[in-house]
């Protein structure tokens, strides 16, 4: 007989992951004390040449692994959907790539000139699409520039490019002077080459797009081998192309993929190449909608499609309980390798074959006229039939482990309370009072001042601090509200509903077991 293991992520495991992201976060900071990238300033009379030493590379090299872990960049950029015109490893530049007329800042003098590339046409091209926020383009942009110092200018031409203005990058410029001009206010490359997250290289030689690799790979010795036409190990960042939902999906292109079910509207289907990760999205047209879900391991498309069933403070960690073979479990998301961040090929052709093997997609179309309450319970049903089907699994919603917490509920109707949430805020606001207008459940606004209350409030012995909304108001809902500071050290939660009652709302002690999922191997399915 298979033998089976029966896996359940507590409270304690949660806890405990919690703790080590905040580890991790600490960690970083003084990671990022003691190897401040300012550090590329040369001290007097210390004989250094400006460069940290290769132990610093080292640890700053683990420090960006984490930080693109921890962090993600793809939030504040200015990106484009992929389009006909978007070009490729192996295409051919247009004519105007060379000619365009580009805004240029010196990231070393400041000076601020106009010019194109048609000089440049024989040289290798490094295009490095960053920002000034984002930490890992100003690691590799520092990389490149102690790089730059051995390479002939001749034949290489490093080109940061940002949607940004020149303003944007003073600051940066002061800081590293570095021998660069950098595209500025950039529409034009963006849209020829498009990308989804920062930073991201391209790499142009004669003419032709040569590479397009992750941002480790840059070094001196890949460099030289484009140059003498010859192509490195490198993992190219293909994950650039976007779905169009207008279309129908999994066919040719629009995310070609091997399709394990086509019936009734629902497809599901194995790895989508060169396509990027899309979390479960609703889209809706003239006459249908279509939810879908792109590049995902299994237990992240089956939690975003139950999500909102779900115990509301479980994390993906935390909703499942798991009754299925070590091999399955290998799998899941919390088995997913990590990228090396240093330009190890081997390694990351190991990632890539994970994903190859265990990312899948789904995609649902309906008429216009289904709720998306309606279309996420459909989506649901034929979700656990095809997983049962192809992977022997069943999918199931339980009863999970009993919870004490807190949950914010109404006692006015919903419109009444959404009117008292947007009411004017004064314009002179007291030094006892904190008034502000945010999202509804931002942290670290109005929640900070329903959840921290309650950290005090041992007598109501709360499994959970986080306070759960069952208000019927989005999180995103635009509020403004006034509470008094001293709210946050309440050590009786009368004097918090005296608080929430000026808005229509409560806070609710519940006391029940929770929703969770289980995933229950039945058979054993070769894949």
Known sequence: MMKKLKLQFNSSALLYIQILKITVIVILYFLVSMFSLSAQTSRKNSGADGLLSRSAIKKLNLLIALCSLCFPTMLKAQFYTPDSSSLYVGDKVPENFYTTKYKLFDLKSKAESISDLSADYDKLIVLDFWANWCKPCLYYLMKMDSISKELDPSKVKIIPVTYQSSKDLI???????????????????????????????????????????????????????????????????????????????????????????????????????????????????????????????????????????????????????????????????????????????????????????????????????YTDADARHLLQQRLQKAILAHFGLKVELIRGPRKRYAALQRIRPLSVVKKLLQQPLSAKQSADTVQAEVAFFDQPHFQLFVSAPLRNMKQLKLDENAVINETDIPNDFMASFAFPKSMRKATELQSVQQELKRYGMKIVIMDRKVPMLRVSQVKKINR
């Open 171 to 369: 600051k940066i410029a002061e800081r590293f002077a570095w021998n660069y001009r950098s595209i500025t206010e950039d529409t034009v490359l963006a849209k020829m080459f498009p990308h989804q997250n920062l930073p991201h290289m391209i790499w142009i030689y004669k003419g032709k797009v040569v590479a397009k690799p992750k941002s480790d790979y840059v070094s001196k010795e890949n460099i030289a081998l484009i140059l003498h036409e010859d192509m490195p190990k490198m993992v190219q960042n293909n994950a650039i192309k976007a779905i169009d939902p207008n279309k129908s999906l999994f066919t040719v292109n629009n995310g070609k993929a091997d399709l394990l079910v086509d019936q009734k509207g629902f497809k599901m289907a194995g790895f989508v190449d060169q396509y990027f990760t899309v979390p479960l999205t609703i889209h809706r047209g003239r006459d249908s909608m279509l939810i879908y879900s792109i590049n995902n391991p299994l237990d992240q498309l089956i939690y975003q499609a139950f999500r909102q069933d779900v115990f509301q403070l479980f994390d993906i960690t935390s909703a499942f309980q798991w009754n299925v073979s070590p091999s399955i479990l290998q799998k899941q998301s919390f088995h997913e390798p990590v990228p090396s961040y240093q330009g190890d090929y081997a390694h990351d052709l190991k990632v890539r074959d994970w994903m190859l093997h265990n990312y899948y997609s789904y995609a649902l179309k309906l008429p216009a006229s």
